[in-house]
Structures are given as C-alpha cells and as structure tokens.
C-alpha cells in the first residue's frame, strides 16, 4: 500500500507500528531464498526439454512473475506461437539460442552464454537449439503466471519445426 502523505509532504504514522506487527509476519512471508537443486519440475513436461520451476504462485505466492530453468535438447524446436500480453526474458546459460520472429519468421537474431533476449507481447516467435551437440539451458521470467499461448498453424516458417519439441512452461506441443 502506498504510504499517505499529508499536503506539507511530511510522512503521517497511522494507528500501527509497522517494526513489530510485521517482524512475526515476514519472517516466512518476506524474501525466499529458491536452491537451485531445490526447483520443481512437477509440472509438464515435453518430449526434448526439462523444465522446472522456481517462482511461481505455488512455491511463493507470486503474483506477477514466473521464472524457472529449462534445459533443450539438441536440434529441438517449438512450433510458431506468441504469448498474448505477456512478456518473457529468457538469459542463455549454457549453448546457442535461435530466435525466429515476424509474420513469416522472417528475422532471426542468435544467443549465447551471458545473453538475454527479450519477447515482447504478440510477437509470433520461435525459439530454437541451434547447437546440434550442446543442450541449451536458459533461465526463463514471464510477467504472469497466467498461462497464455497462442499457436499459429498457418504459417510456413522458413525453418521448419523438427520432430522435437519443446515448449516453456505455458507451451504445448503443436497438435499433428
């Protein structure tokens, strides 16, 4: 809650002292520290790729975000989607990334180690492994735990989906 401030811009106390009626409170309600062999990967998971979460509404009661891991097998691809209103930043660990995005995935840009990539809104995309030999492990944050994802099957990609797949945590596998 915002704190209100009186019109000569002086902060007012209200009737609770925040030092002690919160201490009890956010000793297991305030920062959460998520181990990295601690993730949970109890939820769906796709043929080419293992996924686990990290923070999400289940562990710790976000209520605006997601992020977790996920680990793609060589060669994997997902089919053409876009996520809705959500954003997604996804920050490569280890291997190469491919993005293919545009009405005909038409532009790409590629990834590696230390590197962010950002997808905005409605953007049709296509995330990709672009190393055949190198699992892709990628550390994944959306802006909702809403789940939304939007298939696009009347698209002609330029680079094809192989047989393998792999989707994030709001992806499915495309249906044949």
């Known amino acids: 809650m915002p704190h209100d401030h009186g019109h000569d811009g002086h902060h007012h106390h209200h ?3 925040h030092a002690h009626d919160d201490a009890p409170r956010w000793k297991h ?29 289940a562990r710790v009661g976000a209520q605006k975000i997601w992020a977790g891991t996920v680990a793609i097998q060589p060669d994997a691809k997902t089919g ?8 997604s930043v996804i920050y490569v660990l280890r291997g190469k990334a491919r993005l293919r995005w545009g009405e005909r995935l038409e532009y790409v840009a590629e990834a590696g180690p230390g590197d962010f990539i950002y997808v905005p ?24 735990n809403e789940a939304v994802v939007v298939n696009i099957t009347d698209v002609d990609p330029i680079e094809p989906p192989e047989t393998v797949y792999w989707v994030d945590p709001i992806h499915s596998a495309p249906q044949s």
């Open 15 to 17: 009737d609770h002292d």
């Open 80 to 87: 053409v989607h876009h996520h809705g209103p959500l954003e």
């Open 29 to 57: 309600d305030g920062v959460r520290v998520i181990k990295g062999d601690q993730l949970d990967s109890n939820t769906a998971q796709t043929p080419g790729m293992f996924r686990q979460a990290a923070i999400n509404h």
């Open 121 to 144: 809104p409605y953007v049709p995309h296509q995330e990709i492994n672009a190393d055949p030999d190198q699992v892709l492990e990628c550390v994944l944050v959306r802006s909702d």
